[in-house]
């Protein structure tokens, strides 16, 4: 069974950091590209960021670029969400999920999310 | 930027109804869509891929069509448990959501 469990939320000040993690089993999880996608409290779902299945191709939000960098070691079975200068605005539960295959694919597999709030 | 608008936003519906679900692409996506049902404090559920194809476990009264710029999610014939908020995605250059339809009981 696939399993995703996030951590690392929490409160945070205006253009401080976090380091959101993601670990991940029931499945092979070098083979698979993955994702982050937040959801502010009320809202809809925004895709935050994805990776490759090695690592090597990284892709953002244009509402997080050069902010959020997103990593994973294939080694530990984890993903990572590293997100500094936080806005009010990334307010929002973060999901991880896995692709169903492919560099871009269907998000088949989701963790339980984990609350960032950013508040002074 | 690549938009995906769903219609409508709000859906009021009976138990045993037939319920449509709209999404439009700004640009063409091919077939690249899937829809999710996510229920409050729920983590969002895959139920289609490729825009018509049922990811496995989901029931068959789910179905999706269409391709290019104009998609449909389908219920044939509304359950109690399908009361949710539905959002279509596409993944044919990153990766967009719609902004969700909420399906509630009539």
């Known amino acids: 069974e696939v399993q995703l469990l996030e951590s690392g939320g929490g409160l945070v000040q205006p253009g401080g950091s976090l380091r959101l993690s993601c670990a991940a089993s029931g499945f092979t999880f070098r083979s698979y590209c993955m994702s982050w996608v937040r959801q502010t409290p009320g809202k809809g779902l925004e895709w935050v960021s994805g990776?490759?299945?090695?690592?090597?191709?990284?892709y953002y939000a244009d509402s997080v670029k050069g902010r959020f960098t997103i990593s994973r070691d294939n080694s530990k079975n984890m993903l990572y969400l590293q997100v500094n200068s936080q806005r009010a605005e990334d307010t929002a539960v973060y999901y991880c999920a896995k692709g169903a295959g492919g560099i871009f694919s269907a998000l088949n597999s989701w963790g339980q999310g984990t609350l960032v709030t950013v508040s002074s | 930027d690549m938009q995906m608008t769903q219609s409508p936003s709000t859906l009021s519906a009976s138990v045993g109804d037939r319920v449509t679900i709209t999404c439009r692409a700004s640009?063409?996506?091919?077939?690249?869509l899937a829809w999710y049902q996510q229920k409050p404090g729920k983590a969002p559920k895959l139920l289609i891929y490729k825009a018509s194809s049922l990811e496995s476990g989901v029931p068959s009264r789910f179905s999706g069509s269409g391709s290019g710029t104009e998609f449909t999610l389908t219920i044939s014939s509304l359950q109690p448990d399908d009361f949710a908020t539905y959002y279509c995605?596409?993944?044919?250059?990153?990766?967009?959501f719609g902004q969700g339809t909420k399906v509630e009981i009539k």
């Open positions: 990776i490759s299945a090695n690592g090597g191709s990284t």
């Open positions: 995605q596409q993944y044919n250059s990153l990766w967009t």
């Open positions: 640009q063409s996506i091919s077939s690249w």
